[in-house]
Every structure is written in structure tokens, then in C-alpha cells.
């Protein structure tokens, strides 16, 4: 059964960076297609990037492409969300997850889960 731990969630202030980790045990990682998604007081989970099996593509949320980056290291079974230039709207529980296949954004569609990493974005 797949295990999956988030880390590096924390209070920051508008216009910081932060780094989010993933660590998943108990899968074939490389075999997964990852992803981020959050979710914020009073609203639904939304996907925020996702990453093929290899690395070579990634898929963002518009509102994030131009500030956050996913990447994943495949021999430490880990995958990051590098989040920049943050603001107080990007405040959210953040979830790692994962899926068989590539593409499926939604969270139904996804395989494991994580517990998420709370951010929290002060203006």
C-alpha cells in the first residue's frame, strides 16, 4: 500500500518562497505520474501540478505556471512543488498524489494520497 508524506508547509509572507516535499514508499514510484493539488477553507480540491513518470512533462494550474515548479527525483522517491512569489489567495492545505496513468487531474481519479502540508500566505 502506497505511503505518502508531505512536508516543508509553514506561515510565510506575500512575495516568499517555499519548498514542498513528498515522500512516497510502498510504490513502484517511477511507474506514477504525480501530482499536487490543495484545498482552501470552503472550497473544493483543485489540482495545482502534476508531472509525468519520467519528469519530462509538466502540467500546471494557470494561475500558478508562472510561479511554482514541480519536479520529482525518481532515486529518492520524492517529488517537490517550488512555490514562488506566494500570495495570501494560495493559502491551502497541499496534497501530493498519485496515478497509474498521466493526465487525469482530477481527484477522483487519483490512486494514493497524501495527508497534505498546510501553507499559510500573510499579506
Known amino acids: 500500500q502506497g505511503l505518502l508524506v508531505e512536508s516543508g508547509g509553514g506561515s510565510v509572507q506575500a512575495g516568499d518562497s517555499k519548498r514542498l516535499s513528498c515522500a512516497v514508499s510502498?510504490?513502484?514510484?517511477?511507474?506514477?505520474?504525480m501530482a499536487w493539488f490543495r484545498q482552501a477553507p470552503g472550497k473544493e480540491r483543485e489540482f495545482v501540478a502534476g508531472?509525468?513518470?519520467?519528469?519530462?512533462?509538466?502540467y500546471y494550474l494557470d494561475s500558478v505556471k508562472s510561479r511554482f515548479t514541480i519536479s520529482r527525483d525518481n532515486a529518492k522517491n520524492t517529488v517537490y512543488l517550488q512555490m514562488n512569489s506566494l500570495k495570501p489567495e494560495d493559502t491551502a492545505v497541499y496534497y501530493c498524489?498519485?496515478?497509474?496513468?498521466?493526465?487525469?487531474?482530477?481527484?477522483?481519479?487519483?490512486?494514493?494520497w497524501g495527508k497534505g502540508t498546510l501553507v499559510t500566505v500573510s499579506s
Open positions: 498524489a498519485a496515478d497509474l496513468r498521466e493526465s487525469r487531474w482530477s481527484p477522483s481519479n487519483m490512486n494514493y
Open positions: 510502498g510504490l513502484t514510484f517511477s511507474r506514477y505520474s
Open positions: 508531472i509525468s513518470r519520467s519528469g519530462a512533462r509538466t
